[in-house]
């Protein structure tokens, strides 16, 4: 099967404009995470999606980050105006009903983010 | 709130020896899952292992294994036979299911090199 696709790869942008990351989350995925990952750090969750409901948003940073699901499959990740702290990988993953009933995540190969 | 100490940020083994990876968590929850992610250079979270609290079984891969000591709050990873593509970052990662929310909480990382 096709895994999680996340597009773009690399992102290099000034502070305060604004950036988007995209994710397709695996066929029939009814979950979708995204995490933060700052360089020498182990992801952190953003956001979690069941369909297109938001089930956590605890982390995200309101002010700044949006994420939407509209249909319920693909995502986006939107920070705006972006910070020179937001440097940081963004992870997607998706699981078919919930983490750990799945056996775990995918994830995929994540968007690296560099702000100048 | 639960967190998770991987307490040493670079290890290094000979091919074909054996590497044992520290963990502790800690958490007031009693039933929850532990994890052992690997990321290699392509950034991909790959799943290693995987531990339910409620076994008292440590959960073996092939050549993985996991020391899991609850009382301790310990889960450790040992590395068998190491080979070269087992040269990545490794994370340990725990979870407790609460309403929906499965998300993973991550450590900060072990860079493990495995040496011709």
């Known amino acids: 099967e096709a895994g999680v696709a996340q597009s773009p790869r690399y992102k290099i942008i000034e502070k305060r404009q604004s950036v988007a990351f995209w994710c397709n989350p695996i066929s029939g995925h009814a979950t979708l995470y995204w995490y933060q990952q700052i360089l020498g750090q182990g992801p952190k969750l953003l956001i979690q999606f069941q369909n297109n409901g938001v089930v956590d948003d605890s982390q995200l940073p309101k002010d700044r980050f949006s994420a939407e699901r509209l249909k319920g499959v693909d995502s986006t990740l939107k920070i705006q105006p972006a910070k020179l702290e937001d440097s940081a990988v963004y992870l997607c993953?998706?699981?078919?009903?919930?983490?750990?009933?799945?056996?775990?995540?995918?994830f995929g190969s994540g968007t690296r983010l560099t702000v100048v | 709130a639960q967190t998770v100490t991987q307490s040493q940020p670079e290890m290094s083994v000979q091919e074909a020896e054996t590497v044992t990876l520290s963990c502790t968590y800690d958490?007031?929850?009693?039933?929850?899952?532990l994890f052992w992610y690997k990321q290699p250079p392509s950034r991909q979270m790959i799943l290693v292992i995987r531990q339910e609290a409620y076994k008292q079984q440590n959960a073996t891969e092939n050549r993985f294994s996991v020391n899991f000591q609850k009382a301790a709050k310990s889960f450790s990873l040992k590395i068998s036979d190491s080979q070269l593509g087992d040269t990545a970052m490794y994370f340990c990662a725990f979870m407790k299911q609460k309403g929906g929310s499965e998300k993973l909480v991550f450590g900060k990382g072990t860079k493990l090199t495995v040496n011709p």
């Open positions: 993953a998706s699981s078919l009903a919930g983490g750990f009933t799945n056996y775990g995540y995918t």
């Open positions: 958490t007031s929850e009693s039933n929850y899952y």
